[in-house]
């Protein structure tokens, strides 16, 4: 056996129970430097809920959660208040909670595209701007765990598809982790290196590639969302190779 | 129009003026926050200590201060729990408060109607000793307020988010319900108890329309509720309107003539 690199975040028998309903049971789950962990799973699963009681916004009634020492955390919440009633530049919101001199910020929003918009309102970015205006705050901080509640809420297709490769390319730069939670499945294969499929408890995990063809998964989502991946795929690769990527 | 420079005029502006100053930025936090219900109930817990310091004989302000302090806590613990909606919780405890609190300055004083100040508000009898205490409790508020700021502003953007960076929530949260709590006190005797939500939300909201920062709201907000009180305290003493509601009625006529103006995010 070969020693492996302590896990950056790691759960042990994860377990939530509010008023004698199980939200999270037994759930073990570690995210290692330079690794897409994507959770899915059915609306209510408990994606948004594990990815709390990860972060410490939520206390676990079972299990632990271990952090490395220091561990650095960006994180992009899921459903951030588009019309926010604070009146916001990209640049406020980007040093609500620390401050950042104006070449940090400038990199930040370069490396999500979006350096153009530093003096934007918050309120008039479209979806996919949001998006990248709150990746760039989490790598603000210099992330060594990367968590993104469902990063490509309220984006369209080929949005979808650029800010994954978006978050691939953050994590080819930066070798940080990512901790990703999604609801769609067509999208996340191609890009993570583990998927882990949730359903209160975690149903099946493995390679992409894999787990699709895992009766669990099939149980949980059914033959069309299959080819929903293929066809995704597919597509993918091609997107690629005509952009000589 | 020598009323205007009659000292009880001068005293009532000058009070109206120091509630202006922190309705400004804490009706900023109540509509970003959506807590205007909340405001609602904490005035409404003042009337149940004005109650109790007429029963007990002890100052109303401290009893008023000391029950939205209660309410506030009460609040605070009870939004934990998930069986009761925390709007329905607040209607709940609103309109008790309310209640108890008529009843209690009814019974003590045999009649309600002579207190319709602590409700509507008497500006133009506070008194030199009042124009302290108002200023030096608003000074006293508005210096937390700017301490917490960079917090306060974080958590009205994303909660969740604001405490995964490191914002202690709970106790930024209790802090600000106790300014909140301490400035109901401090505006009941001005504008009364029942219009102390719409001094601060009003002036706010029309300031949302024209702000393109959280500083700049607050400043607004501040600017136009202290414009509400100068023009409500004139439309008093020029037509003997009530006082307190004519105040809120100007902040209203501000938020409308800022309709007109272009929407800024």
């Given at each position: 056996?070969?020693?492996?690199?302590e896990?950056?975040?790691?759960?042990?028998?994860?377990?939530?129970?509010?008023?004698?309903?199980?939200?999270?049971?037994?759930?073990?789950?570690?995210v290692?430097?330079?690794?897409?962990v994507?959770?899915?799973?059915?609306?209510?699963?408990?994606?948004?809920t594990?990815?709390?009681v990860?972060?410490g916004l939520?206390?676990?009634t079972?299990?632990?959660v271990?952090?490395?020492?220091?561990?650095r955390?960006?994180?992009?919440p899921?459903?951030?208040p588009?019309?926010?009633?604070?009146p916001?530049s990209?640049?406020?919101?980007?040093?609500?909670?620390?401050?950042?001199?104006?070449?940090?910020?400038?990199?930040a929003?370069?490396?999500?595209?979006?350096e153009?918009?530093i003096?934007?309102?918050v309120?008039?970015?479209s979806?996919?701007?949001?998006?990248?205006?709150?990746?760039?705050?989490?790598l603000?901080?210099?992330p060594?765990?990367?968590?993104?509640?469902?990063?490509?809420?309220?984006?369209?297709?080929n949005?979808?598809?650029k800010?994954?490769e978006?978050i691939?390319s953050?994590?080819?730069?930066?070798?940080?982790?990512?901790?990703m939670?999604?609801?769609?499945?067509?999208?996340v294969?191609?890009?993570?290196?583990?998927?882990?499929?949730?359903?209160?408890?975690?149903?099946?995990e493995?390679?992409?590639?894999?787990?699709?063809?895992?009766?669990?998964?099939?149980?949980?989502?059914?033959?069309?969302?299959?080819?929903?991946?293929?066809?995704?795929t597919?597509?993918?690769?091609?997107?690629?190779?005509?952009?000589?990527h | 129009?020598s009323?205007?420079?009659e000292?009880f005029?001068?005293?009532?502006l000058?009070?109206?003026?120091?509630?202006?100053?922190?309705?400004?930025?804490?009706?900023?936090?109540?509509?970003?926050?959506?807590?205007?219900?909340?405001?609602?109930?904490?005035?409404?817990?003042?009337?149940?200590g004005?109650g109790?310091?007429?029963l007990?004989?002890?100052?109303?302000?401290?009893?008023?201060?000391?029950?939205a302090?209660?309410?506030?806590?009460?609040?605070?613990?009870?939004?934990?729990?998930?069986?009761?909606?925390?709007?329905?919780?607040?209607?709940?405890?609103?309109?008790?408060?309310?209640?108890?609190?008529?009843?209690?300055?009814?019974?003590?004083?045999?009649?309600?109607?002579?207190?319709?100040d602590?409700?509507?508000?008497?500006i133009?009898?506070?008194?030199?000793h009042?124009?302290?205490?108002?200023?030096?409790?608003?000074?006293?508020?508005?210096a937390?307020?700017?301490?917490?700021?960079r917090?306060?502003?974080?958590?009205?953007?994303?909660?969740?988010?604001?405490?995964?960076?490191?914002?202690n929530v709970?106790w930024?949260?209790?802090?600000?319900?106790l300014?909140?709590?301490?400035?109901?006190?401090?505006?009941?005797?001005?504008?009364?108890?029942?219009?102390?939500?719409?001094?601060?939300?009003?002036?706010a909201?029309?300031?949302?329309?024209?702000?393109?920062?959280?500083e700049?709201m607050?400043?607004?907000?501040?600017?136009?509720?202290?414009?509400a009180?100068?023009?409500?305290?004139?439309?008093?003493?020029?037509?003997?309107?009530?006082?307190?509601?004519?105040?809120?009625?100007?902040?209203?006529?501000?938020f409308?003539?800022?309709?007109?103006a272009?929407?800024?995010?």
């Amino acid at each position: 056996m070969f020693k492996l690199v302590e896990p950056l975040i790691t759960t042990h028998r994860l377990g939530l129970t509010i008023a004698n309903r199980k939200i999270l049971d037994a759930v073990n789950l570690a995210v290692r430097e330079r690794e897409i962990v994507t959770i899915i799973g059915p609306n209510g699963a408990g994606k948004s809920t594990l990815v709390k009681v990860m972060l410490g916004l939520v206390q676990q009634t079972q299990g632990t959660v271990q952090r490395r020492e220091n561990l650095r955390v960006g994180y992009v919440p899921q459903r951030f208040p588009v019309t926010s009633n604070v009146p916001l530049s990209v640049r406020r919101l980007l040093t609500l909670t620390r401050k950042a001199t104006d070449a940090e910020l400038q990199q930040a929003l370069l490396e999500t595209g979006i350096e153009h918009l530093i003096n934007a309102r918050v309120a008039e970015l479209s979806g996919g701007e949001l998006q990248r205006a709150l990746l760039a705050r989490a790598l603000l901080r210099q992330p060594e765990l990367l968590v993104l509640d469902e990063p490509v809420q309220a984006v369209d297709f080929n949005g979808e598809l650029k800010l994954y490769e978006l978050i691939s390319s953050i994590r080819k730069s930066r070798g940080c982790g990512i901790l990703m939670v999604s609801h769609d499945l067509h999208m996340v294969m191609a890009e993570s290196d583990r998927v882990i499929c949730l359903n209160g408890h975690i149903c099946c995990e493995g390679k992409p590639a894999a787990v699709q063809k895992d009766p669990e998964f099939l149980k949980l989502f059914g033959p069309a969302a299959v080819r929903t991946i293929a066809a995704y795929t597919h597509h993918h690769d091609h997107d690629h190779e005509s952009h000589g990527h | 129009m020598s009323i205007l420079t009659e000292p009880f005029f001068i005293r009532a502006l000058l009070s109206g003026l120091g509630i202006a100053l922190i309705a400004g930025p804490i009706g900023c936090f109540i509509v970003w926050r959506r807590m205007a219900y909340f405001g609602e109930t904490l005035a409404h817990a003042g009337l149940l200590g004005v109650g109790f310091g007429l029963l007990f004989n002890i100052n109303i302000t401290l009893g008023a201060v000391a029950s939205a302090v209660l309410l506030a806590l009460l609040l605070l613990a009870l939004k934990r729990q998930r069986q009761i909606a925390v709007d329905t919780l607040l209607g709940i405890l609103s309109h008790t408060a309310l209640a108890l609190g008529l009843i209690t300055v009814g019974l003590v004083t045999g009649a309600v109607s002579g207190h319709l100040d602590i409700l509507f508000g008497d500006i133009l009898t506070v008194s030199s000793h009042d124009v302290l205490i108002v200023w030096a409790g608003a000074v006293a508020v508005l210096a937390v307020i700017i301490y917490l700021w960079r917090d306060l502003i974080a958590i009205s953007v994303h909660e969740d988010l604001a405490r995964a960076e490191g914002v202690n929530v709970p106790w930024v949260e209790l802090i600000f319900m106790l300014t909140m709590a301490a400035m109901t006190a401090f505006a009941m005797k001005i504008v009364g108890l029942l219009l102390i939500t719409a001094l601060t939300v009003i002036p706010a909201a029309a300031a949302r329309r024209i702000s393109s920062s959280p500083e700049a709201m607050a400043i607004w907000s501040s600017l136009f509720a202290g414009l509400a009180v100068v023009a409500g305290l004139i439309m008093s003493a020029l037509w003997g309107t009530i006082a307190g509601p004519s105040v809120v009625l100007c902040a209203s006529l501000i938020f409308v003539l800022t309709l007109a103006a272009p929407q800024r995010n």
